[in-house]
């Protein structure tokens, strides 16, 4: 068992970055840890790996100590099971449509007395068996793991407070794009409501002793974020770094006689 960066930030007040592996690579959670990041995305609601997938990266994220915020489908607690299970640190739960619906992903991520999660004892978080028979194992797995429910509707803006105010969520995260989404906005696009509902699930955080994370599109936006209060900042996805990297590679190239013909076009 390994002790939660993300959890040990939280309680010290302390910024958390977050990187994403969309591209689900091994490598990538390895290289993200040996570069000291605090966590890696992994994310399973867009992306159609499975749990072996899952299972071979949460073990990548292990052996290079970085956390890794895991995202299912949406109601699929007895996948939320077996990533603890495979020894994911943190869940990222998508858009829920009410505090019930938070109260059920406590109840299968947490043991008793906080939930009701089964226990099995010769999973990779028990160590396959070496920590089964600790007496400190399931405490020890309740305290380091952290539950940040999504808040990406307008509804969910309105419950953040009593979402928070749930005992066993460890924070709120402000899916930014669907949330635009609901206000009829594209992704990315500036609006004053969107503003307002940002600082809505900050300040219904901020009520409940509780930290809040959001997606950052630059280092302007971060800080921006961190003055409102945000405490996780999710920034980089693998997928757009490469794009990138290479795209300062075609500007470059281009200037000495290179010619580059992208085949995506809308």
């Not at 939930?115 to 004892?121: D, I, M, N």
């Not at 955080?205 to 999710?234: N, Q, T, V, Y």
């Amino acid at each position: 068992m390994r002790k939660s960066i993300v959890k040990r930030k939280f309680e010290a007040g302390q910024p958390v970055l977050c990187v994403a592996d969309g591209i689900h690579h091994p490598m990538i959670p390895e290289f993200a840890g040996l570069m000291g990041f605090d966590c890696v995305w992994l994310d399973f609601e867009h992306h159609g790996s499975g749990l072996e997938t899952a299972g071979t990266l949460i073990a990548s994220c292990r052996s290079a100590n970085i956390d890794s915020l895991v995202r299912p489908a949406k109601l699929a607690f007895e996948d939320i099971r077996r990533i603890l299970e495979l020894g994911g640190t943190g869940i990222l739960y998508p858009r829920p449509q009410g505090v019930d619906e938070v109260v059920e992903l406590v109840k299968c991520s947490r043991f008793q007395p906080q939930g009701e999660r089964g226990f099995s004892g010769g999973t990779a978080d028990a160590a396959f068996g070496l920590l089964a028979s600790d007496r400190n194992y399931m405490s020890f797995c309740n305290e380091q793991t952290f539950l940040l429910p999504e808040i990406e509707t307008q509804q969910m803006v309105d419950l953040a407070g009593d979402v928070a105010a749930v005992p066993e969520v460890d924070g709120l995260f402000i899916g930014r794009a669907d949330l635009s989404i609901s206000l009829n906005l594209r992704p990315g696009e500036q609006s004053a409501e969107l503003d307002r509902c940002i600082d809505r699930v900050a300040d219904a955080a901020a009520a409940h002793g509780k930290p809040w994370g959001i997606p950052a599109s630059s280092l302007d936006d971060a800080k921006a974020m961190l003055d409102k209060g945000a405490r996780f900042i999710a920034h980089g996805a693998d997928s757009i770094m490469i794009q990138n990297g290479w795209q300062r590679i075609q500007d470059d190239f281009s200037k000495i006689g290179f010619e580059f013909r992208p085949k995506v076009r809308i």
